[in-house]
């Protein structure tokens, strides 16, 4: 990917944080990579080379940074909106998928070969995919060690790393000493303890009160707790069961997370669906120069600078609220919701958090519950049933792994859902940041202009210039609606 160097220094001199993740900058003279913001004395411009992601800085033989830590930037956003093949990659390897497989299966899953894969990562990231693999491994594990009092074996294993010996000659070979010494330079040990907590930084600005509002007015009782600075809810993977809570710092750019989960080989995945669920990896500056171009939105992004696109813990999760909600309010679909969880879904005891009580039912469960008994229509609970029993199946899934395109052909097969319901299902589920639901009520009100009636068509065309973040142009036009009805 080719950096705008001009950019990139001006970026650099001023530390400016709406950089952070964007490009990163190696050092000749010391052999390190860092973010822009770096505290440490502004190196001279002859004396930087700019990279795309970290993976490339380490690819040409740097080495990250102790004082900016680049484990703790924002992430690399360069491949939003440019390459589908490598979102879902990224999406793949995110996942796991390179720390038991090879390139060979991770192409073959995309649908494509190796080697076109290989080109498609060094144009958009500057490094192959082991690289950012291997990179995203040894970020995540330097993280812990200076954030958290895990073991090392602990530490090794939640990073990806099949054996204690692979990932002390790696960060060995990367830091230049091993995972103890390191945090022997931390100053002050705390005690062994079973909440984990991590700073999730993002690039500023960030609509937090928006992000709260939105999941507040959907969460489900007993599964999700929001009040006016802290997100809380149950989580389940692979059989294990825990929760987490996220706290937002403005000034300081990052959010706190604590999870309390019993096995932390679990906790990278963890850490990444909390980031998609809150979009912190979203690109504001650049979606809100381009959104920005038209003239009916402009005024929307100056009021609510940072707005971001919630995300799913659950992609089948959003999926059922997604049905459920369909053609009926917010408030009464939050409402079956929490039936549907309380009758269905699993009970659960927090040691810490009193209010979370369930887990949200799974696609077995699901598949074979007669819905109608909660207050479901027929129709409506056999959609649910038929998802469901697609999904134990292995014929549908909401992970972003599939092009966007096949996903709303698949989900649309089954009976009862139609492009609202699947386009609803990309922007949250799946993380697809052209996803526009073109029919919603809200977004045809607010797409208006002044006294004017518009139909899903026409707002269909007025939306082109907005791609391909028309996913955001969204949760602009939401707000908008909300606001008017507010008054």
């Known amino acids: 990917m080719l950096l705008d160097a001009k950019i990139c220094e001006s970026a650099r001199q001023t530390r400016d944080a709406r950089f952070d993740g964007h490009f990163f900058i190696g050092v000749t ?11 440490v004395r502004i190196p001279k411009a002859k004396n930087v080379q700019f990279y795309p992601s970290a993976a490339a800085a380490a690819e040409a033989g740097f080495r990250p940074c102790l004082r900016c830590r680049p484990e703790s930037s924002p992430g690399t956003p360069a491949w939003n909106g440019t390459s589908v093949t490598v979102s879902r990659a990224l999406k ?20 494509i070969g190796s080697r076109h894969l290989l080109r498609l990562f060094h144009k958009h990231l500057g490094a192959s995919p082991l690289a950012v693999a291997q990179t995203q491994r040894l970020h995540f594990a330097k993280k ?22 692979r990932f ?14 390191l945090r022997k330079t931390k100053s002050g040990e705390n005690g062994k303890s079973n909440r984990i907590h991590l700073q999730l930084r993002f690039r500023p600005p960030f609509d937090w009160k928006s992000l709260l509002n939105f999941l507040g007015t959907r969460a489900i009782p007993g599964i999700e707790v929001v009040d006016a600075s802290c997100y809380r809810r149950t989580i389940e993977m692979e059989g294990e069961k825990g929760d987490f809570e996220l706290r937002f710092y403005e000034e300081k750019n990052y959010l706190d997370l604590e999870i309390r989960f019993p096995d932390s080989k679990a906790l990278f995945k963890i850490v990444e669906r909390i980031r998609r669920l809150v979009d912190l990896g ?7 120069n381009h959104l920005s171009k038209d003239q009916f939105l402009a005024p929307l992004l100056e009021s609510f600078p940072g707005i971001r696109v919630p995300g799913a813990w659950d992609g089948f999760e959003i999926a059922v609220r997604a049905v459920l909600g369909q053609q009926i309010t917010v408030k009464a679909a939050t409402t079956l919701a929490g039936r549907l969880a309380k009758a269905y879904g699993e009970k659960w005891q927090s040691t810490d958090q009193d209010h979370l009580t369930l887990f949200f039912p799974t696609a077995d469960v699901l598949s074979r519950a007669d819905l109608t008994e909660i207050g479901l229509t027929k129709s409506r609970s056999q959609t649910i049933r038929e998802m469901a029993t697609a999904v134990c199946e292995g ?7 599939v092009e966007f395109k096949t996903f709303v052909r698949q989900i649309k097969e089954i009976r009862g859902i ?3 319901t699947a386009q609803y299902i990309g922007l949250r589920a799946l993380g697809e940041p052209d996803a526009f639901p073109s029919t919603d009520l809200g977004l045809l009100k607010a797409g208006a202009s002044g006294d004017e009636k518009i139909s899903p068509k026409e707002l269909m065309e007025r939306s082109l210039p907005w791609r391909p973040w028309r996913a955001y142009a969204t949760m602009y036009l939401w707000k908008a609606y909300q606001s008017a009805t507010e008054r």
């Open 29 to 39: 003279t010391t052999g390190v990579y860092c973010r822009p913001i770096c505290p």
């Open 282 to 288: 979203a690109d504001t500056m650049e979606i809100s």
């Open 168 to 181: 002390n000659d790696a960060f060995q070979k990367t830091y230049g000493r091993t995972p103890s010494k």
């Open 144 to 165: 812990l060690i200076d954030e958290t009092d895990l073991p090392m074996t602990e530490i090794g294993f939640a990073s990806g790393f099949n054996s204690v010996r």
């Open 418 to 420: 139609g492009d609202w």
């Open 92 to 111: 793949l390897i995110a996942s796991g998928a390179l720390n038991e497989g090879n390139v060979e299966e991770l192409s073959e899953t995309l649908g």
């Open 395 to 401: 014929k549908l899934c909401f992970d972003g792994t």
